[in-house]
């Protein structure tokens, strides 16, 4: 496997970096500043993003043998869901509204295996009913089009001939889906 090879698929990458982890570097410079867009949106602050896509890296990279590519579940979606986990979890903590039990940190190992157990089970309805309220607030076409991208992680091809139109405009469709939302959410502030 050549190491600068742009080409390989993140899967591929990910196992490869678990052999060697110099390769890792390559997940890191394709995900790291579309990692810290969405840090930022959610917590608005850029110190506290970046500590949170550095923490997402980590976790990817140390649970990166836990990932089995199954049909609907991309690398793409679990290394998000991982980011989002965290950056959620850290903008409760900043807010106010999530108490730690302990003062002890929690070691890297213990959150991501408590953020897939029962007792956070709360804390994934909480994100599926945020998630079900916002899609709601959209025209149904573009609601099921962000759900068709965002959830159930299909590619810009599927979805274009799933739903008859052009790659075009269905990426026009879901900016402007994501700028309604943007502008929903701000008037609820």
Known sequence: MNFSDKNLKDEEVLAAALEEPAYFKILID???????????????????????????FVKIYFHGSKFKKMAGIEFKSWAYKILMNAAISRYRKLSG?????????????LAFERADSTDNMALQKENQSITNELLSRLPKPLSRLMSLYYIEDKS????????????PTLKMKLFRAKKFLKDSIKKDE
């Open 30 to 56: 394709r995900y790291q500043e579309p990692f810290l867009r969405k840090a930022l949106g959610i917590l608005k602050q850029r110190e506290e993003a970046e500590d949170i896509v550095q923490e997402a």
């Open 156 to 167: 810009y091809k599927e979805i274009a001939a799933q739903e008859s139109i052009t790659v």
């Open 97 to 109: 509204k999530w108490r730690m039990e302990s003062a002890e940190p929690l070691d890297l190992e």
